[in-house]
C-alpha cells in the first residue's frame, strides 16, 4: 500500500526519506525548495547523492512533489504569468533530478478575468514550460475547491486543458478528496462516489488519477473553501476514505495525508486509514 504523508525537508532533501520512514511512510510528497519563496539554489550533486543513498534504505516506494504556493500560471498578468513560468521550469528539472514519480500543482487562479481566459492562459504557460524544460516526469494538475477564482474545482476546467497541453500524455491528475467534497463533489455514499468518479473518468479518464490527497474537509460539501481536517474528525466521514482505501482502480496510486497536527497526527490517520482496509482471505 503506498500511503504517506507530506514530509518536511528542513535540513536538507536527504532528510525526507528518513522523515518519512520514521512515522511508517511508504510514499511521501516534499517541496523540492522553499514553497513560499520564488527562487532556490540548484541541488548539489552530494545532497542528491544522499537523497538517493537514503531513499534506498527508507522503504519509500513513490515519491511526488508539490510545486510553489506563489505560482500563478493563469494570471492575467503578464509579468506575474512569465515569473511563474519560470519557476514551474525549475520545480520541473528539479523533480527531473530526484526522478521523482510526479509533480503536483495547483491549475493557476483567474484572478477575476473568467475561467474561460484563465484556461487559456494555463494553457499557454505549460506549453511554453514544456517546451523549455523538456524531461519526462508527470505533471499533475490538483483538484481544487473552488475557493476565490482558482481553476480546477470542476473536472471540465482539466478536460480543457488536458485537450490544449501540446503533450497531454505527459499530465496526470492528483485527487485531492477536501478539495473534491469543497467543489460540491459528493464522496460521501457509495452510489455519490461512483457518479463522482464516473464523471472524472468522462471528463479526464480514471487512467490518469496518479495521486490522491486524503484529507478530511473542516466545511461542508460545496463549500467552495479548502481546510484540512484530520481523518474522520471532519465533515466528510470514514466512508468516503473506506471508498478510496479498497477502491481497487486506485490500488497503485500513491495515496499522501496532507492533514494538521504533524507527524503524531499522521501516525495516527495513516492507522486510521489501515484500519479501513479490508481484508482478503485468501485459500
Not at 496510486?253 to 489501515?274: C, F, H, N, S, W
Request: charged fraction near 25%; aromatic fraction near 6%; include cysteine.
Amino acid at each position: 500500500m503506498l500511503l504517506g504523508a507530506h514530509v518536511s525537508t528542513s535540513g536538507g532533501l536527504d532528510r525526507a526519506p528518513l522523515n518519512g520512514k520514521a512515522i511508517g511512510c511508504t510514499a511521501i510528497q516534499i517541496f523540492t525548495k522553499n514553497q513560499r519563496q520564488w527562487s532556490a539554489s540548484p541541488i548539489g550533486d552530494a545532497e542528491a547523492g544522499l537523497y538517493f543513498k537514503n531513499l534506498k534504505t527508507s522503504g519509500i516506494e513513490a515519491v511526488v512533489s508539490h510545486d510553489s504556493y506563489l505560482i500563478n500560471m493563469a494570471s492575467p498578468d503578464p509579468v506575474m504569468r512569465k515569473k511563474s513560468v519560470t519557476a514551474f521550469i525549475d520545480e520541473i528539472r528539479r523533480a527531473e533530478l530526484l526522478r521523482l514519480q510526479g509533480l503536483v500543482f495547483h491549475p493557476g487562479s483567474h484572478m477575476g478575468a473568467g475561467e474561460g481566459n484563465g484556461v487559456a492562459r494555463m494553457v499557454e504557460s505549460l506549453n511554453a514550460a514544456l517546451s523549455e524544460a523538456g524531461g519526462s516526469v508527470a505533471l499533475l494538475f490538483e483538484t481544487t475547491s473552488g475557493q476565490g477564482t482558482n481553476l480546477g474545482w470542476r473536472f471540465a476546467h482539466l478536460r480543457d486543458m488536458l485537450a490544449g497541453v501540446s503533450s497531454p500524455s505527459r499530465f496526470g491528475v492528483c485527487l485531492d478528496t477536501c478539495h473534491l467534497h469543497g467543489a460540491g463533489y459528493d464522496l460521501t455514499r457509495q452510489s455519490a462516489y461512483e457518479k463522482t468518479l464516473s464523471e472524472l473518468d468522462c471528463e479526464v479518464g480514471l487512467v490518469r488519477v496518479r495521486c490522491i490527497h486524503v484529507n478530511d474537509s473542516k466545511h461542508p460539501l460545496g463549500s467552495r473553501k479548502d481546510r484540512h481536517d484530520n481523518i474522520g474528525k471532519g465533515l466528510m466521514g470514514h466512508a468516503v476514505f473506506k471508498f478510496i482505501m479498497n477502491d481497487a482502480r486506485f490500488r497503485s496510486v500513491p495515496k499522501i495525508l496532507e492533514t494538521p497536527g504533524g507527524d503524531e497526527a499522521y501516525i495516527q490517520d495513516m492507522k486510521t486509514l489501515r484500519k479501513l482496509v479490508k481484508k482478503v482471505e485468501r485459500p
